[in-house]
């Protein structure tokens, strides 16, 4: 799809409705090629520079892996390398590296910082995530969502907990692909209204924000939980253990759902804090799929930004 090439990707709302199904059409295309060993290399010679500001096991892995298999190269900046608007200004690494590299994946604490490098590279930048949202997540969690339950559109998502990164990508989702979103999230912890506005505005279906649990996962299809404490907010953990312990996705809480809800998380997990042993080990439970689902997601972004179709 050209519409794709050479575009950024900052938010799900960057992709039009036919760019995300042929994202995901891709995605499961190159899932089987892999099953079945078929080499497909369209980025051979391209390289991926992928910056860190935190950790990742995910995110790093598969967008390394992904790399790998489409036949290009990925180099890992950490904190440590480059050292964003520290050691030089974010505009400036993004016209040297404009220089070298073919993209820019980018995982950083200000959300400002994806966007300036978007705005400087002339260069694909994705979001590997940032303190307000995590499109390549939610990409991957639609893809796992459609391959188990044949569709979106009309599916009811539940998001228990901290209405931050992950749910705010959600919002995004729902306004593009039609499902019914309902958040719960502890008073003060709420996703951002403006962000729930825009989605609202944007969706045929029903987002809603709640302080109520059983509201939240009536009829749900797939209930999904977030770590209370996410990178960078450490110091607040036992605010927020307090907080959010009336959110915690158990037993109790997964029984208000649908019978044979799908349970989702990002991952990774703070296990017997947002979710518990029985429910992400359970047979609902859908966590490893979705955490493979990133490698294919990823793959077909990365085709459709920097591959020369
Ligand atoms: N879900 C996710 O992005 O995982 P990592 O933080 O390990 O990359
Ligand atoms: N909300 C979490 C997501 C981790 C993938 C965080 O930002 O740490």
């Known amino acids: 799809m050209k519409a794709l090439k050479h575009k950024d990707l900052i938010s799900i709302l960057d992709l039009t409705v036919e760019e995300i199904q042929e994202i995901l059409s891709l995605a499961a295309t190159l899932k089987q ?8 290399t369209p980025l051979a010679g391209k390289t991926l520079a992928m910056i860190f500001e935190k950790p990742s ?4 892995v598969t967008f390394e892996t992904g790399m790998t ?14 050292s964003l608007g520290v050691r030089e200004s974010v505009a400036d690494a993004a016209r040297n590296l404009e220089r070298w590299v073919n993209g820019i994946m980018a995982r950083t604490f200000s959300h400002q910082t994806v966007v300036d490098l ?27 969502v459609q391959e188990k339950l044949g569709l979106l559109s009309g599916v009811k998502v539940a998001f228990l907990g901290d209405g931050n990164n992950v749910a705010h990508s959600w919002i995004n989702a729902a306004a593009r692909l039609g499902m019914n979103l309902s958040i719960a999230c502890p008073p003060g912890y709420e996703p951002l209204s403006e962000i729930v506005r825009e989605g609202q505005t944007a969706a045929d279906s029903t987002i809603l ?15 999904y939980t977030d770590v209370w404490t996410s990178m960078g907010q450490e110091n607040e953990a036992e605010k927020r253990r307090t907080a959010f312990a009336p959110y915690q996705l158990n037993k109790a809480a997964l029984a208000l759902a649908r019978p044979n809800a799908l349970v989702m998380h990002c991952l990774p997990a703070h296990r017997n804090e947002e979710i518990t042993d029985d429910v992400i080990d359970g ?27």
């Open 69 to 82: 298999q489409l036949g290009g190269h990925a180099i890992f900046l950490g904190p440590s390398e480059i």
């Open 209 to 223: 924000v709640t302080n109520e649990v059983a509201e939240a996962l009536d009829g749900a299809d797939v209930v």
């Open 33 to 40: 090629r892999l099953a079945k060993n078929m080499h497909f």
């Open 283 to 309: 047979p609902q439970s859908i966590v490893y799929d979705q955490a493979e689902n990133r490698l294919h997601v990823q793959k077909a972004i990365l085709t459709l930004l920097m591959g020369e179709q």
């Open 118 to 144: 978007a705005r400087e590279a002339s260069i694909p930048v994705i979001n590997g995530l940032t303190d307000r949202l995590h499109p390549c997540q939610v990409l991957s969690d639609c893809l796992t």
């Open 57 to 60: 096991l995910r995110t790093r």
